[in-house]
């Protein structure tokens, strides 16, 4: 009789056969005058495209390859340079080194292992003619970009004044145009959004140290320009004044009443998920759950829960909830654990994971945890149906939102706590195979077994900062993907 799969393995047999071809950035790390990254797979030079930006007083090397990154941009600062690695687009990872003046840099490849560094300059007096430099001298990265009302907001390494604007205006039959220029660095790459039907605007890199903002429209344009707390927004006259600028994660809208998310507090019942003395994770979770759902619904979305009360549920209910109510985001809950003793003390920090190829030992261990209480049901997906919740648009909502979570509760934190950066990472966990058609991410909102953050988890004003930084994570990805 031929061996049959379990269903865990078959999951992981699929995953793996659907992108097995795909190269995965699994971590970074820094290193002398430069950084380190762990791949999935070799990569050799001719599968990096490389250019430079050359300046009078700006240096940029630019290196894209074919690659999904786990986790969000980074930023890693060095004396004379800095260098970033992000996401550019579903399907290529971008390096960066900035400088103010050319560096030579190298690449070295060891089996799944690439290195970027640069060789520092041994020139003292320009070491400190730089950190004498006035402040107007220095560089303004745009490091992220996003639709807003009628307009974008650029969020900036550093605060930027109106005054440094250069507008510029044409006029051509029917059509308007509207150019505004300032010296910056847009990091993010090119983007276009439409405003409207009539009206679109577009962000690009217009020389190597000036940063350009178009708006076309099909009726004259009046521009609208607030800078404020290293952000600023571009958009059209007359839909916000100064007095509302606050940044999309914060202000509630009438677009949200349509959204419906459903948020899964894990565990409960005869299922306590993990253990510490009396903590216990399915309590903490459905805590913080009823509080995320509180949040979002302050924002006007329509909120529904797996579980409100201490109660089993098995895996096929809780997406069945998620499916009946066609949610458009789907939200599991967890704490995470130590595998011992030994590694409690420090194992710690907040990750938001999305359903995906595991491609690390430690993502495959979180999920066989979490799975064990769902392997039961496991049967109930059928191939078919798994192969759909697997398309590539859903991947890759769900690597968005989850980036988003992370970047906004870790902001959210880190205004009082000093919290570990987990990273947004992949796994296979069954509790969001079922969640079709819609973004589906599980949160570990931190270690249950950490001898501080378990007192954190379990304080009722942690709660609330986790609880209003995942809810803005939520408002910022519906922003950014309407």
């Known amino acids: 009789m031929a061996k049959i799969l379990s269903p865990f393995l078959f999951i992981l047999f699929a995953l793996n056969i659907l992108k097995a071809d795909t190269l995965f950035v699994l971590d970074t790390k820094k290193i002398q005058n430069g950084i380190e990254l762990s791949l999935s797979s070799n990569i050799n030079k001719s599968d990096l495209k490389i250019s430079e930006l050359k300046d009078k007083n700006s240096y940029r090397k630019i290196i894209d390859f074919e690659a999904t990154l786990e986790g969000i941009r980074t930023n890693y600062d060095f004396d004379e340079a800095k260098i970033s690695i992000a996401q550019f ?31 520092s300059s041994d020139n003292k007096a320009s070491k400190e003619k730089k950190v004498s430099s006035s402040k107007t001298n220095s560089k303004i990265y745009i490091t992220d970009v996003s639709r807003y009302d009628s307009g974008i907001t650029m969020k900036l390494s550093d605060d930027i004044n109106e005054d440094d604007l250069k507008e510029f205006s044409m006029k051509n039959k029917n059509s308007y145009r509207t150019v505004i220029n300032f010296k910056a660095i847009l990091d993010t790459g090119r983007k276009k959004f ?33 800078a404020k707390d290293k952000e600023l927004f571009i958009g059209l006259d007359g839909v916000k004044t100064d007095d509302d600028f606050e940044p999309v994660t914060t202000k509630k809208v009438q677009s949200n009443k349509g959204k419906i998310v459903v948020i899964d507090a894990g ?10 003395g009396k903590l216990l994770e399915k309590n903490i979770v459905l805590s913080l759950a009823l509080k995320i759902g509180d949040e979002l619904k302050k924002k006007g979305y329509k909120v529904y829960y797996t579980r409100a009360n201490d109660r089993f549920i098995n895996l096929r209910d809780r997406t069945k909830i998620a499916n009946d109510k066609k949610a458009n985001m789907f939200i599991s809950i967890h704490a995470n654990a130590s595998p011992n003793k030994k590694a409690a003390a420090s194992m710690h920090g907040f990750e938001t994971f999305f359903l995906s190829p595991a491609r690390s030992e ?11 209480s769902d392997l039961e049901e496991a049967n109930y997906f ?22 988003d979570i992370q970047r906004h509760t870790l902001s959210v934190l880190n205004k009082k706590y000093k919290v ?25 909102v931190g270690y249950i077994t950490h001898p501080v953050e378990s007192k954190r988890l379990a304080n009722k004003s942690y709660q609330d900062l986790l609880a209003e930084g995942i809810a803005n994570g939520i408002q910022s990805y519906f922003y950014n993907n309407r």
Do not use: C
């Not at 579903?90 to 290195?115: M, W």
């Not at 950066?421 to 079709?436: I, K, N, S, Y």
């Open 382 to 403: 059928s191939k078919q149906n798994f192969l759909h919740s697997l398309s590539r648009e859903k991947i890759i909502a769900s690597n968005r939102l989850a980036i």
């Open 420 to 444: 570990n950066d987990g990273g947004v990472r992949e796994a296979p966990f069954w509790v969001l195979v079922g969640a079709q058609d819609m973004p589906a991410v599980l949160v570990e």
């Open 194 to 226: 439409d405003l409207d039907k009539n009206t679109q605007i577009v962000i690009l890199q217009y020389n190597p140290s000036i940063a350009r903002v178009v708006i076309n429209s099909n009726k004259k344009i009046n521009t609208n320009k607030i």
């Open 362 to 372: 430690r993502s495959k261990e979180i999920a066989e945890k979490e799975n064990q």
């Open 267 to 276: 565990h409960g019942g005869k299922d306590g998920g993990a253990i510490n």
């Open 89 to 119: 687009n579903p399907k290529t990872t971008r390096l960066v080194l900035s400088a103010d003046k050319e560096l030579e840099s190298d690449l070295s490849f060891d089996k799944k292992t690439l290195r970027f560094t640069f060789k």
